[in-house]
């Protein structure tokens, strides 16, 4: 069951993105903006739009929301490299918990405003930096061995 009146928030939101789409409305301002899209049945201020993937493109627009795509693309796809390429059980370790984190975290995103709690946020980048590390490390190193 999810927080009342969040579905109507998201349906909302869209036209903020359409009319906003290259740059956005800025950052954090999405409480602002909101009221002159909300429809008479929409009676309390909504602070944010239930959804980070709906809400990130209304406040960043083009320009914001595709380098951070890219990041969570690339260390998505850098974790599942981890592993196939890596032999050693500990740095495939790292790999699939941050495979699963990303599919977990981008979830919850689509139906809440899951990244805009800071704890959330810095756990999901520790998962993006994981695979990095995980193919990275060198095999040399003193009790890491591949």
Same mark, same amino acid.
Request: charged share 15%; net charge neutral.
């Given at each position: 069951?999810?927080?009342?009146?969040?579905?109507?928030?998201?349906?909302?939101?869209?036209?903020?993105?359409?009319?906003?789409?290259?740059?956005?409305?800025?950052?954090?301002?999405?409480?602002?903006?909101?009221?002159?899209?909300?429809?008479?049945?929409?009676?309390?201020?909504?602070?944010?739009?239930?959804?980070?993937?709906?809400? $990130? !493109? #209304?406040?960043? *627009?083009? %320009?914001?929301?595709?380098?951070?795509?890219? +990041?969570?693309?690339?260390?998505? &796809? @850098?974790?599942?490299?981890?592993?196939?390429?890596?032999?050693?059980?500990?740095?495939?370790?790292?790999? $699939? !918990? #941050?495979?699963? *984190?990303? %599919?977990?975290?981008?979830?919850?995103?689509? +139906?809440?405003?899951?990244?805009? &709690? @800071?704890?959330?946020?810095?756990?999901?980048?520790?998962?993006?930096?994981?695979?990095?590390?995980?193919?990275?490390?060198?095999?040399?190193?003193?009790?890491?061995?591949?």
């Amino acid at each position: 069951m999810g927080v009342p009146g969040s579905v109507n928030a998201q349906e909302l939101s869209l036209p903020i993105v359409q009319e906003n789409l290259i740059a956005g409305i800025g950052a954090g301002s999405f409480y602002s903006i909101f009221p002159r899209y909300r429809d008479h049945e929409t009676t309390k201020q909504n602070l944010h739009a239930h959804s980070d993937l709906i809400e $990130f !493109p #209304a406040e960043l *627009g083009l %320009i914001g929301v595709v380098p951070l795509a890219l +990041v969570v693309l690339l260390s998505f &796809i @850098t974790s599942i490299k981890v592993q196939y390429q890596r032999r050693s059980p500990f740095f495939k370790a790292m790999g $699939f !918990p #941050a495979t699963m *984190g990303i %599919i977990a975290i981008m979830m919850h995103s689509s +139906v809440d405003f899951n990244l805009q &709690i @800071t704890a959330n946020a810095a756990t999901f980048m520790v998962l993006l930096a994981m695979p990095y590390m995980a193919l990275t490390i060198s095999r040399e190193k003193p009790g890491l061995h591949e």
